[in-house]
């Protein structure tokens, strides 16, 4: 069974202090893993796409990298506009219709 | 990066009436939306799969005569929740697929629908 998970649940931090964010992932065959940032009363907003092992994209203070099992986000130097639900999902190649399984996100505080 | 909409942002409606949320993608055609009910501090709960021109798929576990889904073109697609009850009361949220050279391919999402059923 396809499945994500994601670590820690919570993390707080202080500002300026690096940090990051683990999805582990069992999937049959991957086709891609997302990383999306969620605000309290929002809809999910996308930040990056993964396709192969070792493939690694930026965003800002923003760094996502990829192996076979896991894919981690980087947050260096975050300030409290980082403070958000960072959500992971992954499509598997045998999924219909572009269809993700979505982690349970780690919520993630930055204090000022 | 690509927009999606979703009309109306919130809603307050009487146990047992009927509530339809629109969610539009903007600046580009989706031939697949998606729609989620999320519960607070609570991940992404995939409701359906919503194919243009076709019957939605909907996940175990979800009514399809009470969440009625229509995708009636490649920017439009509908979620009717009838006969709302308390219990429907939720966070719904609306994400439709990109594919194509100028758009990365992932689902990007609409601000979400607060429903309240008193």
């Known amino acids: 069974e396809d499945q994500v998970t994601q670590s820690p649940e919570a993390l707080r931090l202080q500002e300026g202090e690096s940090s990051s964010l683990n999805c582990s992932y069992t999937?049959?065959?991957?086709?891609?893993l997302f990383w999306y940032r969620q605000d309290p009363g929002k809809g999910p907003e996308f930040l990056f796409t993964?396709?192969?092992a070792g493939e690694e994209k930026e965003k800002e203070r923003l760094k996502a990298t990829l192996t076979k099992k896991e894919s981690f986000l980087h947050i260096t130097a975050p300030k409290p506009e980082d403070s958000a639900t960072y959500l992971c999902?992954?499509?598997?190649?045998?999924?219909?219709?572009?269809?993700?399984?979505f982690g349970s996100g780690t919520r993630l505080s930055i204090r000022p | 990066g690509a927009v999606v909409s979703q009309h109306p942002s919130r809603v307050i409606c009487k146990s047992g009436t009927s509530v339809k949320i629109e969610c539009r993608s903007l600046?580009?055609?989706?031939?697949?939306m998606f729609w989620y009910r999320q519960f607070p501090k609570k991940s992404l709960m995939l409701m359906a799969t919503?194919?243009?021109?076709?019957?939605?798929?909907?996940e175990q576990g979800v009514e399809k005569d009470k969440f009625l889904i229509n995708h009636a073109s490649l920017t439009l697609s509908t979620l009717t929740v009838t006969s709302a009850h308390p219990e429907d009361s939720s966070f719904y949220i609306c994400?439709?697929?990109?594919?194509?050279?100028?758009?990365?391919?992932?689902?990007?999402f609409g601000p979400g629908t607060r429903l309240l059923v008193l």
């Open positions: 994400s439709a697929w990109t594919s194509g050279s100028r758009l990365q391919e992932t689902q990007y």
């Open positions: 999937v049959s065959g991957l086709r891609g």
């Open positions: 993964l396709y192969s």
């Open positions: 999902a992954v499509q598997a190649s045998h999924s219909s219709a572009s269809k993700i399984i």
């Open positions: 600046d580009f055609q989706a031939t697949t």
């Open positions: 919503s194919n243009e021109g076709s019957k939605a798929t909907y």
